[in-house]
């Protein structure tokens, strides 16, 4: 199993890369066969593919990231960030609570977001 | 389903009644046959019998409770939470994040809950 520590930092990577990275750098953090629910009752995400064409949508706009609590338990992990999003016209944040698991190389193989409408904010 | 209002309601129900109420309050706010698997990576306690003897341990002690973040998405919602528990001989706080699902009548019928040892904090 891996490691609590490895995972925290797996989880900072990830925040980190969503902030600042390319679509193909934050797809590059799941397992080949990584799936994604994003929010939390849409249908999943299967496969590192279908996950960077998911996260393309954040490589025409401005974004930035900072992570605000994770709790580690077994080879999972919990987690509540803000993302803040630039776009042409408008600036919004919001702050989901993730749940992700991984695998010994601590690679992302699953990834479910909890957030809906009302919690995006004009910021 | 069960709309975002009645979990929201719910949650808030059983993160007040944790603070407040007796393990047969709590395991009156699960479905009968709900899981239980706290923390997250130990064996999941399976029916309302099994859950009220784990929130048992909560009778003999002082315990307050306060809610922080609540995300709902479909069916389910993540939250953290603050827990301080008052003993003969010391106080200690946790803050866990606790990811449950609903039923129709927004019963809990799964509770997670995401904190490990590192987590918990002299108060």
Redesign the interface.
């Known amino acids: 199993m891996v490691d609590?520590a490895k995972i925290r930092l797996a989880v900072e990577r990830y925040v980190a890369t969503v902030g600042s990275g390319t679509s193909a750098e934050i797809a590059a953090l799941f397992s080949e066969h990584a799936t994604l629910e994003d929010?939390?009752?849409?249908e999943p995400l299967v496969g590192r593919v279908a996950i960077e064409k998911f996260y393309a949508a954040l490589d025409s706009v401005k974004t930035s990231t900072e992570l605000r609590?994770v709790?580690?338990?077994?080879?999972?992990?919990?987690?509540?960030f803000r993302v803040v999003t630039v776009t042409a016209d408008k600036v919004i944040a919001i702050?989901?609570?993730d749940?992700m698991t991984f695998d010994a190389d601590a690679r992302i193989t699953s990834m479910r977001?909890?957030?809906?409408v009302?919690?995006v904010q004009a910021a």
């Open positions: 609590a929010p939390v009752g849409s609590t709790r580690v338990a077994g080879d999972s992990a919990a987690f509540v702050e989901p609570i749940v977001a909890f957030w809906s009302v919690d």
